[in-house]
């Protein structure tokens, strides 16, 4: 029982980070271009 509980969490926080990861990607890049552009001019 304990070892399928642990794979369960563990593939939860896999799923959570992926989503973590599809949320924060459009932020990340934005924020990447918005610093790449204030020193490209």
Do not use: W
């Not at 896999?14 to 924020?31: D, F, G, Q, T, Y």
């Amino acid at each position: 029982m304990v070892k399928v509980t642990n794979l369960v969490q563990k593939s939860k926080q896999k799923v959570a980070s992926k989503l973590n990861l599809m949320v924060n990607k459009p932020r990340i890049m934005a924020s990447i271009t918005m610093e790449v552009g204030k020193y490209g001019n």
